[in-house]
């Protein structure tokens, strides 16, 4: 079935540090692709997407390019920042007749002063 | 974007007891989705709240635990009846993007704990 697998966290980088959190699907069909965040606190928010392959999503210093050959769509920032320290989640959307998303298991980032 | 809220953000429970969430949407949307996130853990579909309709339950959820209603395009409740502390968990309303189906916005959850 679909799915996605994302790394392990928690992930600790100190500010200015480069990021990277990798994330992989499995799809029958084309889906569309996202990184949802989660701060201390809140719900999710939309961080980022791309609907088709080699589309790059960009937001907030934060991109993630859909790679089609490599079910990847590993998200990066060049200089993280304190508040960058959230929870993020891989996930696909896949219309099944109606659209279904799937969630990665998420990975926490502390961003030490 | 959608701006979406929810009551009560948090709550402590009894066991036993039950809990009605609202989400309330500031406009007007197609589906309407319910989720549970459990502590450390990534979120799972409860449901789809359509409206007009009985919510479509995903595997592993039932109606008479989680009874959902959906009046209007822009409101639903989700209640989690006879709640024991398994059910402590972030419940998360969301809807589907009016222009880009594919995308969804969240509400801020509901934090319920369930002594």
């Known amino acids: 079935g679909d799915s996605v697998t994302q790394m392990e966290g928690p992930v600790t980088l100190s500010e200015e540090a480069f990021l990277t959190i990798n994330c992989t699907y499995t799809?029958?069909?084309?889906?569309?692709l996202f990184w949802y965040v989660q701060y201390p606190g809140e719900g999710l928010q939309l961080l980022l997407k791309?609907?088709?392959?080699?589309d790059k999503g960009s937001n907030k210093g934060f991109e993630a390019t859909y790679r089609k050959e490599t079910t990847s769509f590993h998200l990066e920032k060049g200089s993280v920042q304190v508040s960058d320290s959230a929870v993020y989640f891989c996930?696909?959307?896949?219309?099944?007749?109606?659209?279904?998303?799937?969630f990665g298991a998420g990975t926490r980032l502390f961003v030490k002063a | 974007s959608a701006v979406i809220s929810q009551k009560p953000s948090r709550d402590i429970c009894q066991r036993g007891t039950s809990l009605t969430i609202q989400c309330q949407v500031d406009?007007?949307?197609?589906?309407m989705f319910w989720y549970r996130q459990q502590p450390g853990q990534s979120l799972t579909l409860i449901a789809t709240?359509?409206?007009?309709?009985?919510?479509?339950?995903e595997s592993g959820f039932v109606i008479d635990k989680f009874p959902i209603s959906r009046p209007n395009l822009t409101f639903s409740t989700l209640t989690v009846s006879n709640m024991s502390p398994e059910d402590s968990s972030i419940y998360l309303c969301?809807?589907?993007?009016?222009?880009?189906?594919?995308?969804?916005?969240f509400g801020p959850g509901t934090r319920l704990l369930v002594l």
């Open positions: 406009s007007q949307v197609t589906m």
């Open positions: 709240a359509n409206q007009g309709s009985e919510a479509t339950y």
């Open positions: 996930a696909l959307s896949i219309n099944t007749g109606g659209f279904k998303t799937i």
């Open positions: 969301s809807v589907e993007s009016v222009h880009r189906q594919e995308t969804q916005y």
């Open positions: 799809a029958t069909g084309y889906p569309s």
């Open positions: 791309a609907t088709k392959a080699d």
